[in-house]
């Protein structure tokens, strides 16, 4: 057994069998496949193995990367534009973006979830595959309000990502999912790959059954499908993510997208602060600003996934479960294993005597843009995640969000705040001295906005409970959020046996632009 291998599966050990049955592997340096294994089972009902070449999972939002991709294919071929009003590819459809604003939606702003459109709590899942609709009548049926211009902060949009892959469908005069067989799937050769739902009986290989771990044992669930393809619909297998995984790197890439396309979609698209990280085309970066972690994570209640580049050293790690587990903490693990995961510097606390001014200023409460209800009792749900911050004496902040725990923050620069026992960065923008956006280095894909004074509600303990249950359904992609928290701790030391199914290579640490 390699290095590689034993680090793998030390990696997975405290999931499988706990939170997952099992899980698919496979991580690339360079054009070669380092690893590519399926560990457990893929149904415990039948004793099914995962395998990393037939067995398939539900990869959630990390479908939505094959999306922009397909946007790119567009731009490239000079189809669509990053920066033209959608409602231009819209012509043909019953779906209409509204003036709200001045300034229209354009593809930039959907594939940087910046489009200002409010949340819908339900991202078209449902538990009938009969009850699948097209695209169109998806969109139509569960359209958001727009509540903010273009550009003004980040929030996470399924719909955005289904109306994206709605527009290449338009575009291309095709449905989605042919257009991605046509144009992704095949050149790559992703042939156990699909977003077509449910998998058809005749393609290749076969789907890793779906997994509740929440009782005393982990236990077979029922199938869930979404409207929202383009969204979260894709079933993947390793293999065909190494080969995904390989083209955006740059390997093979003009099968789908040349170079200078391929640098556009992986350089810096839209900045939040210059403390914390921002957003590529379709990727999140992690870790440092100043470093080249991108990724995405995914979840379909069953079913998790993360997908993270390193860009810079030709890496690419996938790992996907048919259960409960989190991927994000042993993607980073494997990777720090082997000295590539983005160090963040420790700056020295700043000694101002303004900076408890500054504090005071930062004090209050802020709710979160991925919970942007504009409706009936989901408000609740937002009301759950507020974040609450104080002042401490020393000029220092203290957050913390219902049930959380507390987390305290030292000013390293004025208003910007390093976790005080961790990785973590806090950074807020100021206007007239007044606070109007908050910033966590480990939540890429939200904006926290000052809570004003009418939104300052009391809610029933029967209304909160409403709310919890509304949320069962949750957001696909939301993993990303709690499993990046999940990853801060792991990375400050916080954070506290399956057979793989074929044999791997270990990478070369000696490659060129390796650590």
Request: proline letters at 6%; aromatic letters at 8%.
């Amino acid at each position: 057994m390699s290095d590689l291998e034993s680090v793998v599966e030390e990696t997975l050990a405290s999931q499988l069998g706990d939170a997952a049955p099992g899980a698919t592997v496979a991580i690339v340096n360079g054009d070669d496949i380092a690893l590519a294994k399926g560990y457990g089972h893929a149904d415990v009902e039948t004793g099914r193995r995962m395998d990393k070449k037939e067995t398939a999972t539900r990869i959630g939002s990390v479908s939505k990367l094959v999306t922009w991709t397909a946007v790119m294919q567009g731009v490239q071929d000079g189809v669509l534009d990053l920066d033209a009003d959608v409602n231009r590819y819209l012509e043909d459809s019953a779906v209409t973006i509204p003036d709200t604003y001045s300034d229209p939606v354009t593809l930039r702003h959907l594939g940087t979830h910046t489009a200002g459109f409010s949340v819908v709590p339900n991202p078209g899942l449902v538990t009938n595959s009969n009850a699948l609709t097209s695209l169109e009548t998806a969109l139509v049926e569960d359209q958001p309000d727009r509540i903010r211009p273009p550009s003004e902060a980040v929030a996470y949009s399924n719909w955005g990502a289904t109306l994206a892959g709605h527009i290449v469908a338009e575009a291309y005069d095709t449905t989605f999912e042919e257009y991605v067989q046509s144009n992704i799937c095949g050149p790559l050769e992703m042939n156990h790959s699909t977003f077509t739902q449910p998998v058809p009986a005749d393609h290749p290989g076969d789907l890793a059954a779906p997994h509740d771990s929440s009782g005393d044992e982990i236990t077979r669930a029922d199938p869930l499908y979404i409207n929202w393809g383009p969204a979260g619909s894709m079933s993947a297998t390793a293999l065909d993510m190494a080969a995904f995984m390989q083209a955006h790197l740059g390997y093979g890439t003009d099968a789908i997208l040349n170079s200078e396309t391929m640098a556009t979609m992986h350089s810096r698209q839209y900045g939040r602060h210059p403390a914390v990280n921002g957003l590529r085309y379709g990727f999140f970066e992690y870790g440092p600003p100043s470093g080249s972690y991108i990724g995405h994570s995914g979840g379909t209640v069953y079913y998790t996934a993360w997908l993270g580049l390193l860009p810079d050293h030709d890496v690419g790690v996938f790992i996907g479960f048919n259960g409960l587990g989190d991927p994000v903490t042993p993607a980073a693990e494997i990777l720090t294993e082997y000295g590539l995961f983005p160090e963040t510097p420790t700056p020295d606390p700043t000694t101002a005597r303004t900076s408890r001014e500054r504090a005071e200023a930062v004090a209050g409460e802020y709710k979160s843009t991925a919970t942007a209800f504009e409706d009936d009792w989901r408000q609740v749900i937002g009301l759950l995640s507020r974040l609450s911050v104080d002042a401490t004496d020393d000029g220092g902040l203290v957050t913390q969000t219902m049930g959380g725990d507390a987390v305290e923050w030292v000013e390293t620069e004025p208003y910007v705040y390093r976790e005080r026992n961790g990785d973590d960065v806090l950074a807020v923008d100021v206007a007239d001295g007044r606070v109007t956006q908050l910033h966590l280095n480990s939540q890429p894909s939200t904006t926290f906005l000052p809570v004003t004074m009418p939104d300052q509600r009391k809610v029933t303990l029967g209304a909160v409970g409403a709310a919890a249950g509304g949320s069962a359904l949750s957001l696909v992609g939301w993993a990303g959020i709690s499993g990046w928290r999940r990853l801060s701790r792991f990375r400050s030391g916080r954070d506290g046996g399956s057979t793989p199914d074929d044999e791997t290579a270990q990478p070369d640490r000696n490659k060129e632009g390796s650590q």
